[in-house]
């Protein structure tokens, strides 16, 4: 273990740790440092743990690392670093500790993400997050992340305006735009003459469209899409509701047909009984009438 943290260190030369090649745990914290040789590091092979937070690192290149296959934590904290590497190869496959919070950030490459597959805590708050359709792929990321049991703390949004302040994950996949394809090519001035010659004009591309590409890949409100669960749930219980109106209805209706049969039958007994003397005694009277 080597601390060399509270000193005014302003540059680490290529081999600087040459003769401590069995360090664990090296310090760095609270200097001056601003740029890393490539090979500053190379030699510790058995590095697990390096703190450089709080120093004024601007960027780090990927060779930076490829000598330390052991790592487990880096400290990148309270730096001014506005990139990071696209990727540094099998470098931070055992890595399970990256802290990058207050520092310039803007973008992070997914593809370094995937780079780590051991890490459990990754701390990115207090950076100049740019949650625009660039900012998808950590989004997506994160989220599979947490699922995994990954512990972070957030992603809180710099620009644009309409997103500043807020966590990126809490932001609908629907107000994400597709990023816009790579402008292509200018056209050479060779191109432009014999376009000149058959008498079609070029006319070179103007000079806001680079403007128009960047507010076309910023975050546009839509109309959020109707849910499909909620059509399908509200179709269903609306189904139910009419079947069973309609067996009340026909339960009703066998009731009601039901009763009134009894009802006639009740009633028609009787009076076909007080009716049948009647119309004997008739028969009698008319029979016994002179011819």
């Known amino acids: 273990m080597l601390h060399l943290q509270d000193n005014r260190i302003h540059h680490l030369p290529a081999f600087a740790f040459r003769s401590v090649p069995w360090l664990m745990t090296l310090n760095l914290s609270n200097n001056s440092l601003s740029n890393l040789a490539p090979a500053a590091f190379h030699g510790l092979q058995h590095l697990k743990v390096l703190k450089l937070t709080q120093n004024s690192l601007l960027s ?21 670093i506005s990139h990071l590497p696209t990727s540094l190869g099998k470098t931070w496959e055992n890595l399970t500790i990256l802290a990058v919070q207050q520092n310039q950030l803007q973008q992070l490459d997914r593809a370094l993400l ?28 994160l989220e599979k992340f947490i699922y995994k049991g990954g512990i972070t703390d957030g992603v809180i949004c710099g620009s644009p305006d309409i997103w500043k302040g807020k966590d990126l994950l809490r932001i609908p996949y629907e107000l994400y735009q597709p990023c816009p394809l790579p ?26 469209s680079g403007e128009r590409d960047l507010l076309e890949c910023e975050l546009k409100p839509k109309p959020r899409p109707a849910n499909l669960r909620h059509a399908i749930a509200t179709v269903i219980i609306t189904g139910v509701v009419c079947g069973i109106v309609c067996l009340m209805m026909l339960a009703a209706a066998i009731y009601g047909c039901t009763y009134a049969a009894i009802t006639a039958t009740y009633r028609g007994g009787p009076l076909a009984q007080t009716n049948e003397p009647g119309k004997a005694e008739a028969k009698e009277r008319f029979d016994s009438s002179p011819a």
């Open 183 to 208: 402008a292509p090519h200018p056209v050479s001035s060779q191109a432009q003459w014999q376009g000149s010659a058959h008498g079609v004009v070029l006319r070179p591309e103007s000079h806001n």
């Open 114 to 141: 995937e780079s780590m597959p051991s890490v459990r805590l990754l701390f990115l708050k207090d950076n100049l997050w740019n949650c625009n359709c660039h900012l998808l792929g950590l989004k997506l990321w």
């Open 60 to 80: 780090l290149e990927s060779r930076l690392f490829h000598s330390l296959p052991q790592l487990r934590e880096l400290d990148l904290s309270s730096n001014n």
